[in-house]
């Protein structure tokens, strides 16, 4: 009977010291599975500071209560590369969101081009690393955009088109065509026909069409005011800054019309981009 007793003491004992010895050794992994596909997390980049609205860089609009909090990406069910709100001449637009997600679309701006075009002017720039830092960069409003130092020159200055820089990594078709052409700018109110004629040269009126392009202006007047299509015998030109407020000062214009352009049309409010030779 005493012996029994002692069989069972010592059986707990040694139970007791078995679980003691077991959950205080370490456990040994000796391999993670490697086959198993676990779904990758896309995530997106978007435009941020919309209070209502964003714009990510698959080109799809969204409200901002609406974008996924894991992923920041739009439903893919909401509007994509949408150009609401934009003037699709001047290629501006009065949202910033709307200009990002139109600006997206590779009908609209074309990927290679922009990827190669420098950020800023200086040849020690670096380049755009995507085509959604090109787009999202491009349509903040900027000091071209302003009037007075504190005002916009119109609700459409949200804009993305393409800019030339002084590193000409984009060759313009417009400037291909002008070989032999000089342009010139006219003073306030002057015709071109005057403003080639003080130059020892006379205006040349085929060439009229070629620099009547946003590209062009901009690339030879200031253009405070942004780009705009219109339509006068007097353009392409550039509003005075003196002008009436109604006149956009600063803005540039081209015309939507190519047969009304003329050597001889002027108007007393604007500065002439002349082609001479």
């Given at each position: 009977m005493?012996?029994?007793?002692?069989?069972?003491?010592?059986?707990?004992i040694f139970q007791i010291l078995w679980a003691v010895a077991f959950f205080n050794s370490p456990i040994k992994i000796t391999g993670i599975?490697?086959?198993?596909?676990?779904?990758?997390?896309?995530?997106?980049?978007?435009?941020?500071q919309g209070?209502?609205?964003?714009?990510?860089?698959?080109?799809?609009?969204?409200?901002?209560?609406?974008v996924s909090p894991w992923t920041r990406c739009c439903p893919e069910s909401g509007e994509r590369f949408s150009c609401q709100g934009c003037n699709l001449i001047s290629k501006c637009c009065n949202s910033y969101e709307y200009c990002v997600s139109c600006?997206?679309?590779?009908?609209?701006?074309?990927?290679?081009?922009v990827l190669k075009l420098k950020i800023a002017k200086p040849v020690t720039a670096g380049t755009h690393s995507s085509i959604f830092d090109f787009c999202s960069g491009r349509c903040r409003h900027n000091s071209a955009n302003v009037v007075h130092e504190n005002a916009y020159s119109s609700d459409f200055h949200h804009c993305y088109f393409?800019?030339?820089?002084?590193?000409?990594?984009?060759e313009s078709n417009f400037e291909r065509r002008l070989t032999g052409i000089d342009i010139l700018i006219g003073k306030q109110g002057e015709s071109c026909n005057l403003?080639?004629?003080?130059?020892?040269?006379?205006?040349?009126?085929?060439?009229?069409?070629?620099?009547?392009?946003?590209?062009?202006?901009?690339?030879?007047?200031?253009?405070?005011?942004?780009?705009?299509?219109?339509?006068?015998?007097?353009?392409?030109?550039?509003?005075?800054?003196?002008?009436?407020?109604?006149?956009?000062?600063?803005?540039?214009?081209?015309?939507?019309?190519?047969?009304?352009?003329?050597?001889?049309?002027f108007h007393p409010q604007t500065k002439r981009l002349c082609p001479c030779a």
């Amino acid at each position: 009977m005493g012996r029994s007793r002692e069989v069972r003491i010592l059986d707990v004992i040694f139970q007791i010291l078995w679980a003691v010895a077991f959950f205080n050794s370490p456990i040994k992994i000796t391999g993670i599975r490697k086959d198993i596909d676990l779904p990758k997390k896309l995530i997106c980049r978007n435009t941020v500071q919309g209070r209502y609205k964003l714009a990510d860089d698959n080109g799809y609009i969204c409200t901002a209560l609406s974008v996924s909090p894991w992923t920041r990406c739009c439903p893919e069910s909401g509007e994509r590369f949408s150009c609401q709100g934009c003037n699709l001449i001047s290629k501006c637009c009065n949202s910033y969101e709307y200009c990002v997600s139109c600006c997206l679309n590779p009908s609209v701006t074309q990927e290679d081009l922009v990827l190669k075009l420098k950020i800023a002017k200086p040849v020690t720039a670096g380049t755009h690393s995507s085509i959604f830092d090109f787009c999202s960069g491009r349509c903040r409003h900027n000091s071209a955009n302003v009037v007075h130092e504190n005002a916009y020159s119109s609700d459409f200055h949200h804009c993305y088109f393409l800019q030339t820089n002084s590193s000409g990594l984009i060759e313009s078709n417009f400037e291909r065509r002008l070989t032999g052409i000089d342009i010139l700018i006219g003073k306030q109110g002057e015709s071109c026909n005057l403003a080639c004629i003080s130059k020892g040269q006379s205006c040349v009126s085929n060439k009229l069409s070629v620099i009547n392009s946003c590209e062009l202006l901009e690339k030879y007047m200031s253009c405070k005011g942004s780009c705009f299509a219109s339509m006068g015998a007097d353009q392409p030109a550039e509003v005075v800054n003196n002008a009436p407020k109604h006149m956009y000062p600063g803005a540039c214009l081209y015309s939507q019309t190519d047969s009304v352009l003329s050597c001889e049309g002027f108007h007393p409010q604007t500065k002439r981009l002349c082609p001479c030779a």
